[in-house]
């Protein structure tokens, strides 16, 4: 898979919505694609997108009244959160110091700050994904 240049500027279009951690995802994207990663990067959107739908479901649950397992959505989404941090610590070494720093320090670290920054950037994935599958079938 080769994503263009502008890929990012087109999933903004494609989703009408900015992307809020846009320069970060340019960063990740760059470094699956210097790494020998880069044929999981479908992977790592599509867990994003995963992880994305099951904050949704957890932030509504109250209103859902089939949601009956709560528990066992949180321990999935803490397992997929675990992923995208594997992932993201898998080709990080391919970024330079600054660029590993701003991962390191918004994504790996553990603290709510960098889950709100995760659960931003799986909003960003989820749109990728979303993407990826608009182009598959165009």
């Known amino acids: 898979m080769i994503l263009q ?3 990012l500027d087109q ?3 494609f989703s009408n919505r900015l992307l809020k951690r846009k320069d970060h995802l340019k960063m990740i994207i760059e470094a ?3 790494s020998d990663q880069f044929n999981n990067i479908e992977d790592f959107f599509f867990t994003g997108k995963y992880v994305n739908g099951l904050f949704r479901v957890i932030k509504n649950s109250e209103n859902i009244p089939k949601v009956e397992k709560i528990d066992h959505i949180k321990k ?3 397992e997929n959160i675990e992923k995208i941090i594997s992932q993201l610590k898998k080709v990080i ?4 110091d600054g ?3 701003q991962i390191e320090f918004n994504y790996l670290e553990l603290n709510q700050n960098t889950l709100n ?3 931003e950037l799986a909003e960003d994935l989820d749109s990728a994904k979303k993407y990826l599958n608009y182009l598959k079938r165009n």
């Open 93 to 96: 070494f391919q970024m330079n």
């Open 76 to 78: 999935d989404l803490s």
């Open 117 to 119: 920054n995760l659960q």
């Open 11 to 13: 999933i903004e279009i």
């Open 32 to 34: 699956f694609d210097k």
């Open 99 to 101: 660029e590993k720093k």
């Open 5 to 7: 240049s502008d890929f």
